[in-house]
């Protein structure tokens, strides 16, 4: 059935939805949105293909059974290849590095932007929107939230903010960055959730039974930028500190700040006397993992990433889960760090106008309707699908998750500081929080960092 943008009804070519690139009739090469003029119209490129690079995710399972919505509606055919996360972004780096135009369209994390986007790898969806005869008038590109919209704009230059420039690509799903918590334990101890990080702390080491394996509160600890990402920048922020400031022309870094050195410390004992014993090799699967076998009490990561351990039969603990935005900041803040999920155009695609049908069908608000009914897509990034559609899907099954929500969304977006050496810079940042979970004095190593990241992002 037809859903996208609520058109249905409409004659359709019987395609495939896998088809090899090149077959059917082919578009074109477009450089650019202007050569697209006329009314709209969905079926203008019937015929022709286009392929799309993806990674296993819940938004990636959610969206692959709609494809063949999109070939009905349009008679474009699609061939998905799909590549493991741990690959997908060497993959994808090369291919575009190549300057191939093989993917037309790829999945992309919003920080990427910061890294493809200087060597004009990404094509400007700007444009494109802009575009009626390119664009639904049914699209409503307003409707996505502004932190997402936001997150997906830079116009690189250094020291400029989120915001600014082109829009390099489309939100497709996010997470924000939260506390999951075990609350049948909760409820039998009568506990209260606390609302400061010195509160969440010492809950955290209260319900830590090492004889009994089980403990407080899991955090990523790997030696990756993915580290610094969800819980810890989240609180990082609330708590006052910043990455970076602009002084002078140029970006100083500033994680050795008082506040960040304080926020660190307590951080590192958190995680000594609360966390896994194995916390320096810990990433979002294990973490997540041991908040459904019942290890873990808590968990300070992504909602969407705990969201499925609550389904029933997907953990031991399903059924039992529950959410809150974990501690304000001393001021109050909900700041959030948020991660999207998006999709881009590649700038060296030869089917655009293609390419960007599908990118405008798959974040429309009947394709994100039809993805949350699957019951895995957590989080659209429509105010309207959600208000429509998830709060009914989530019902009551999931305690606090739509009150959690709707306590951060206001304050969730990026809260890093956009620069060109993100993932070097932050993955030195998780080599330091090692460090000083091994005993390195937090002040030293946090000077040491700072020194290093502001030359690099200055070169």
């Known amino acids: 059935m037809l859903r996208a943008f609520g058109i249905a009804g409409m004659a359709a070519a019987s395609v495939p939805i896998l088809s090899a690139c090149g077959v059917g009739g082919g578009e074109k090469p477009t450089n650019g949105a202007s050569e697209v003029t006329g009314g709209f119209n969905w079926r203008a490129l019937e015929g022709t293909s286009i392929n799309i690079l993806q990674t296993p995710h819940p938004y990636q399972q959610a969206l692959q059974p709609l494809l063949a919505d999109f070939t009905e509606l349009t008679g474009i055919t699609v061939k998905a290849d799909l590549v493991p996360e741990a690959d997908y972004f060497t993959k994808l780096n090369t291919e575009l590095a190549g300057g191939t135009g093989k993917h037309d369209v790829f999945m992309l994390g919003a ?21 009626t005869s390119a ?8 409707d996505i939230y502004e932190g997402l919209r936001t997150s997906t704009r830079w116009d690189f230059e250094l020291g400029s903010p989120l915001g600014t420039g082109g829009q390099w690509a489309l939100p497709l799903g996010f997470e924000n960055n939260v506390v999951t918590y075990n609350k049948r334990v909760f409820d039998d101890k009568g506990i209260t959730l606390p609302d400061t990080f010195d509160g969440l702390i010492q809950l955290a080491t209260d319900l830590t039974d090492r ?28 708590e006052g500190a910043k990455d970076y400031e602009f002084r002078g022309g140029e970006l100083v870094a500033t994680m050795d700040s008082d506040k960040a050195v304080a926020f660190t410390e307590k951080w590192i004992d958190m995680m000594h006397a609360a966390g896994p014993t194995s916390w320096t090799t810990y990433d979002y699967p294990q973490a ?11 968990v300070y990561d992504a909602d ?34 948020l991660w999207t999920w998006s999709l881009a155009m590649n700038a060296r695609s030869e089917k655009k106008h293609a390419a960007w049908l599908f990118l405008q069908w798959a974040t429309s608000k009947g394709t994100l309707n039809d993805a ?11 105010k309207s699908v959600f208000d429509e559609t998830f ?25 890093f500081t956009p620069q060109k050496k993100f993932f070097d810079t932050t993955e030195d940042w998780a080599v330091a929080l090692q460090d000083i979970y091994g005993g390195k004095d937090a002040k030293s190593a946090l000077s040491s960092l700072a020194k290093t990241n502001t030359s690099k992002v200055n070169l």
């Open 111 to 131: 920080y990427f932007i910061w890294q493809y986007g200087p060597p004009a790898w990404l094509e400007d969806l700007q444009p494109w929107l802009e575009n």
């Open 211 to 238: 004889s009994e394996n089980v403990y407080g509160i899991a955090t990523r600890g790997s030696k990756s930028w993915a580290t610094i990402h969800p819980g810890f920048m989240t609180q990082f922020t609330r």
């Open 304 to 337: 969407s990433a705990t969201y499925p351990k609550n389904k029933p039969g997907a953990s031991r603990e399903a059924g039992n889960l529950a959410w809150y935005p974990g501690p304000a900041g001393p001021d109050g803040s909900y700041a959030t760090n």
């Open 288 to 298: 997540t993992g041991d908040l459904g076998d019942g290890k873990a009490m808590m």
């Open 391 to 415: 709060k009914q899907e989530v019902g009551d099954g999931m305690p606090g998750y739509l009150e959690t929500f709707e306590t951060v969304i206001s304050s969730s977006k990026i809260q």
């Open 372 to 382: 949350v009914k699957s019951g895995i897509f957590a989080n659209p990034v429509r």
């Open 135 to 142: 664009t639904s008038d049914e699209y409503d590109f307003e």
